[in-house]
């Protein structure tokens, strides 16, 4: 059973200490954990609060853009100016493609100088003027097929007229603008219906430059936003453009310093929880393991005390029983099987008292009447035991006292007494061994001083002298008799009744013990 007990102990013990230190962890992160809550949410607040108006000015300065190619292009002029209003500076330049090859306004031609260089991105614009959802041409994986005709779309380009003789017009409305990008390439361009084909005009956007006017209107709290093209998985939250505007890792969060400090709190708390767990543990592993030591003090004081009169009985009965004491030994060796079986009686009667007072029962009994008239009955017994002992006992009582009533229970003060008598008789070590006793009132108060001249009591052995199975040395190495229980159990009876225990003082000319009891009303 016990060590199923300890087994318990173990595993309880480990849980608890787990558990401690996980949520030591769980405080130790919580900070973080809840700041990275709140970024995330200030972050979707900002954004919300932002986008409508990075919306509108991104549709305001596109649409300005388009704008300027007008509804009508100049498809049959063989050069074409820049518009009036000049372009923006995120614009990087204008473009038409037809059938007469690739254009640009008189004077701005580096778009289709850049263009004419990457052939890739050239081809791609054309199949788009005929299909915008053709896909972007990626050359690391060569051209692409369409399955239904079996042609490469790389290049395709399909002229519904071939003849050039005959004069380039347009056939119908413009198409509406779209956008599209690769490798941070952004274009904007539109389909144009003409009499060769379809043909498409447009602008390319540098992102950079287009982010520089956008981000002034992003709400201050994103400390570090950022606007670029969209990559893999993402989703453009920026229409009509495939851009996308991102908060960035720095948010500022309001009322920051007094979020951190309740924060500290809850962290502080529960760190302090967690030790507090830890250390509530170990003060009770420590306070079974001292319990179970005191358990085994317990049984072995017992088992020595019992041992040594048990002998005794079973020596000098079985002598008694075969007739083998002479005469006038007799009365000797009763008289020493009453002292035993005295001894014993105490012995017992002092372990179910402390049992009884451990599992919280007591007495309950009130003894009522004047100190005058209980106290001498109570002093004479316990002075015919000390006079057996050979030991001179006087008491006098404060002449206050024949005015005062006492209500408590005699039989536990006449135990407490006893066992201070039996503690100087133990350790009795003069010629002319005596007890004072004194009663005087002090207060609302009895006050018994229980005096002898002893030895006294050494300081190291004071401080455990109300302990249960506490024991000086002499009474450890087998030289005194008893288990340590006698004064733990006099304070426990003294606490019982409403009074108190203590030692008043100890030298080399003895000691002195206070029992103080309540009055009566």
Not at 362 to 383: H, I, M, N, T, Y
Not at 503 to 512: I, M
């Amino acid at each position: 059973m016990k060590k199923k007990l300890a087994i318990i102990l173990a595993i309880f013990s480990l849980l608890v200490v787990s558990a401690a230190l996980w949520q030591a962890h769980e405080a130790a992160t919580l900070e973080e954990r809840l700041l990275q809550i709140d970024r995330r949410t200030q972050a979707n607040r900002l954004l919300e609060l932002s986008l409508p108006r990075v919306q509108a000015e991104i549709s305001r300065l596109i649409n300005a853009e388009r704008a300027k190619l007008g509804d009508k292009p100049p498809i049959g002029l063989m050069y074409y100016n820049l518009p009036p209003e000049g372009k923006a500076d995120f614009n990087s330049g204008f473009f038409m493609l037809t059938s007469r090859g690739l254009q640009a306004p008189v004077g701005d031609d580096g778009v289709k100088h850049w263009l004419e260089k990457n052939p890739i991105i050239l081809d791609t614009i054309r199949r788009k003027a005929d299909n915008p959802a053709a896909p972007v041409i990626d050359p690391d994986k060569g051209p692409t097929f369409d399955p239904d005709i079996h042609l490469p779309v790389f290049g395709t380009y399909q002229v519904v007229d071939p003849n050039l003789d005959i004069p380039l017009k347009l056939t119908d409305t413009p198409g509406p603008f779209f956008a599209w990008f690769y490798e941070g390439l952004l274009v904007c361009q539109r389909s144009i219906p003409t009499s060769h084909g379809n043909g498409t005009d447009g602008f390319v956007i540098d992102v950079p430059k287009l982010a520089a006017h956008l981000l002034p209107l992003v709400e201050p709290g994103l400390a570090e936003p950022e606007i670029r093209l969209i990559q893999r998985g993402e989703v453009s939250n920026l229409s009509p453009l495939p851009l996308i505007l991102k908060p960035g890792s720095k948010i500022t969060l309001p009322d920051s310093g007094a979020r951190e400090q309740a924060l500290r709190g809850t962290v502080a708390s529960a760190w302090l929880i967690s030790i507090l767990s830890i250390i509530i543990l170990f003060g009770l592993l420590a306070f079974y393991a001292r319990l179970e030591r005191r358990r085994s003090d317990f049984v072995s004081a017992v088992t020595h005390e019992l041992r040594t009169p048990l002998t005794s009985f079973n020596l000098y009965t079985e002598m008694l029983r075969d007739g083998k004491l002479p005469p006038e030994k007799v009365a000797e060796y009763h008289e020493t099987l009453y002292r035993e079986s005295r001894r014993l009686g105490h012995l017992v009667e002092n372990v179910l008292a402390f049992a009884k007072l451990t599992r919280g029962k007591v007495r309950g009994r009130q003894d009522s009447g004047a100190c005058s008239k209980l106290l001498p009955e109570l002093f004479d017994k316990v002075k015919a035991r000390l006079a057996n002992a050979g030991f001179a006992c006087h008491y006098t009582l404060d002449p206050r006292t024949t005015l005062i009533t006492l209500r408590t229970d005699l039989l536990s003060v006449e135990q407490i007494l006893t066992n201070l008598a039996d503690n100087a008789v133990k350790y009795a070590e003069t010629d002319h061994p005596a007890v004072n006793i004194n009663v005087l009132q002090v207060h609302r108060t009895l006050a018994i001083r229980f005096a002898d001249n002893g030895p006294g009591i050494p300081p190291e052995v004071s401080r455990d002298l109300f302990r249960p199975f506490s024991r000086s040395a002499k009474s450890e190495n087998g030289r005194k008799p008893g288990i340590g229980l006698g004064l733990a159990l006099s304070r426990d009876l003294a606490r019982s009744i409403g009074g108190e225990l203590s030692l008043e003082k100890s030298d080399a000319s003895g000691s002195t013990f206070l029992l103080t009891l309540p009055l009566g009303e």
